[in-house]
């Protein structure tokens, strides 16, 4: 069974900084693109910064020059490094792959279960 799991979260003081990792297992075949995703307290939940397998990345305009995605093919792993934190970066991060487990070779969306980040002093 395939399953993405976050690390990292945390409570951090503005100007601060937080690194989140994400770890796929399980049977897989490939990945495609993953990404950060996140959701704020009574807000829908929107993408934060994306990387294709070849390492080409988007970002939210609010994070850029902040944030910093990046992933680990070897380790199927993809990490958020988050710096100058502002308190409205507070939320529930989640991981996402496209992958292709070996079961069903048939790529889907995983999701993790999710990280909170609070940004307060």
């Known amino acids: 069974q395939v399953q993405l799991m976050e690390s990292g979260g945390g409570l951090v003081q503005p100007g601060g900084s937080l690194r989140l990792s994400c770890a796929a297992s399980?049977?897989?075949?490939?990945?495609?693109?993953m990404g950060w995703y996140r959701q704020a307290p009574g807000k829908e939940r929107e993408l934060v910064a994306g990387?294709?397998?070849?390492?080409?990345?988007n970002y939210q305009d609010s994070v850029k020059g902040r944030f910093t995605i990046s992933r680990d093919n070897a380790k199927n792993t993809v990490y958020l490094q988050m710096n100058s934190l502002k308190p409205e970066d507070t939320a529930v991060y989640y991981c996402?792959?496209?992958?292709?487990?070996?079961?069903?070779?048939?790529?889907?969306?995983?999701w993790g279960q999710g990280t909170q980040v609070t940004v307060s002093s």
């Open positions: 990387i294709t397998r070849e390492g080409y990345t």
């Open positions: 399980g049977s897989i075949f490939s990945i495609n693109a």
């Open positions: 996402n792959a496209d992958l292709i487990p070996l079961a069903t070779m048939a790529a889907y969306d995983y």
